[in-house]
């Protein structure tokens, strides 16, 4: 008896019960109640918390920091309600993570190390003369800049 597993036919992954539907529609929910987590938290927190999985009625949430998850925690039980009442009448609870993947610091700003040279900005001066008063000011402030 030959009993291999057969590959599923793509028709059958892609229709609206398919494997991809299911996944597609979680994702979107997912992105829903994210939506509603960062308008209920300050602006810009965004960065630092986003809804991880929902499973089984517990949503998921991950955060950068335990500040962070203190902060959730506090505001847990005003969440649930909010979640209850407009899009997810199943949840059970919130489950709050740590994940310092989360928490990117910006790279310190490197000073620009490049030079303009006495011929370019002779160039950006020539195009200055034959530019509207906006624009010309702006390439003489650059063709300045080779002369420091």
């Known amino acids: 008896m030959d009993q291999r ?3 599923n036919l ?5 229709k609206s019960s398919g494997q991809l539907a299911k996944i597609q529609q979680k994702s979107e ?4 109640i994210n939506q509603i987590l960062t ?5 810009g927190s965004d960065e ?22 203190t902060r959730l925690t506090q505001l847990r039980s005003n ?3 909010e979640l209850r009442s407009s899009i997810l009448p199943t949840l059970i609870s919130i489950e709050i993570k740590v994940n310092p993947s989360l928490f990117v610091q910006p790279e310190p700003l490197k000073a620009n ?3 303009i040279s006495a011929q370019t900005a002779e160039h ?11 624009l010309a000011q702006k390439l003489q402030r650059l063709a300045a800049l080779a002369r420091r």
């Open 48 to 69: 630092y918390c986003r809804v991880a999985n929902l499973r089984q009625g517990i949503l998921v949430i991950e955060v950068a920091s335990g500040v962070w998850s």
């Open 5 to 7: 597993h057969r590959p």
């Open 29 to 32: 929910k997912l992105q829903e």
């Open 113 to 115: 190390s490049r030079k």
């Open 79 to 81: 969440l649930l309600s």
């Open 10 to 14: 793509i028709d059958d992954i892609t």
């Open 124 to 134: 950006l001066a020539a195009l200055a003369e034959h530019s509207p008063p906006e």
């Open 39 to 43: 308008s209920e938290l300050l602006p």
